[in-house]
């Protein structure tokens, strides 16, 4: 019988790599790679913005932006177990700030400092988010050195969105949104490579493009918005919410007979003289309270977001020089 020899994994010290935790971890990890690494691990599409950033009287080792939903993102690293001191700081960070998704990384998370973080996702609000990771270093035999980000601690999104239920904050009719996209996404984690949100009861999921200011939305409506009339539709829409948006969108219709070529579908630009925010779109009439039809809008909408994804995605990310 032939069989192939197996190499064996190794265990590699965090300071083999990392002597220090400032001058080394920190800036390894702020590396776009390292980041995409780590926006893997917990489902959020990391885009860098600042390292040791002042956050009221502290100063956090990572700021980034998730460009999904154009929040913020703080990491604090520790290369050893965690301590309260960098709790106090974390806790210190949720409260200056109304919406933040805060990591804490460290190479072993104490039970004491891992059930408070799920006693905190489980008694804040879905604005407010608090994950714990693990790392660790592999190798086998005299490979590279290999990162490894484990979840100690994440929020619980479907015990947060019964909670809600329960209370009776969400009607019949957001209870049918909030089924919808987590079917949503469940369909597109088996077919597609576009990230989506976490499942709300809301008409729209959101989904980054790469570039925070900009991003994608899934909808679902029982409003036209070609004829402005009660009949219901999906879309998949390019929204542009950036100090720059009005140029932005100037800049992107200069090229829209090449775009919408591109995508061959027409599409609606819509830019209110009153608003900041504006938005390129692709409309299809679609109920979403018709359960059995959701595998077909499903299936609409993961094509348009993939195709607006190859198309948008390259013009984006380049605007600013043009």
């Given at each position: 019988m032939n069989t192939k020899t197996l190499g064996r994994l190794m265990r590699v010290d965090l300071r083999d790599a990392w002597m220090s935790e400032s001058a080394d971890f920190t800036p390894w990890l702020a590396q776009e790679d390292n980041l995409k690494l780590l926006g893997e691990t917990?489902?959020?599409d990391l885009e860098f913005e600042a390292k040791e950033k002042d956050v009221g009287p502290f100063r956090a080792d990572i700021l980034c932006k998730d460009t999904t939903t154009d929040k913020?993102?703080?990491?604090?690293?520790?290369?050893?177990?965690?301590?309260?001191?960098?709790?106090?700081?974390l806790l210190t960070y949720a409260s200056g700030l109304d919406a933040v998704t805060i990591i804490w990384i460290a190479e072993h998370f104490t039970e004491e400092h891992r059930a408070t973080?799920?006693?905190?996702?489980e008694h804040t609000d879905e604005e407010i988010n608090f994950i714990?990771?693990?790392v660790e270093l592999w190798r086998i035999g005299d490979s590279p050195i290999a990162p490894k980000f484990n979840i100690v601690s994440k929020p619980n999104d479907w015990a947060r969105a019964i909670k809600i239920g329960a209370t009776g904050e969400v009607t019949p009719h957001r209870q049918v949104q909030l089924k919808y996209w987590t079917a949503f996404k469940e369909y597109m984690a088996e077919h597609s490579t576009v990230t989506?949100?976490?499942p709300y009861p809301q008409h729209w999921m959101n989904h980054s493009i790469g570039?925070?200011?900009f991003h994608l939305s899934s909808c679902i409506t029982l409003w036209n918005s070609a004829t402005n009339k009660k009949?219901?539709?999906?879309?998949?829409?390019?929204?542009?919410d950036d100090k720059k948006s009005k140029a932005?969108?100037?800049?992107?219709?200069?090229?829209?007979?090449?775009i919408e070529k591109a995508l061959g579908v027409p599409l609606t630009w819509h830019n209110p003289p009153e608003k900041n925010m504006c938005r390129i779109y692709s409309r299809t009439s679609g109920d979403f309270n018709v359960e059995a039809d959701w595998p077909k809008q499903h299936e609409w909408l993961r094509e348009k977001l993939e195709l607006f994804s190859q198309v948008f995605g390259p013009i984006v990310k380049t605007l600013d020089q043009e």
């Open positions: 917990v489902g959020i913020w993102v703080l990491i604090e690293n520790q290369l050893e177990k965690t301590d309260h001191s960098h709790l106090g700081q973080l799920d006693w905190l996702n714990g990771l693990e989506c949100q976490k570039r925070s200011g009949d219901p539709e999906i879309r998949v829409e390019l929204v542009l932005y969108f100037d800049a992107l219709q200069k090229q829209q007979v090449d």
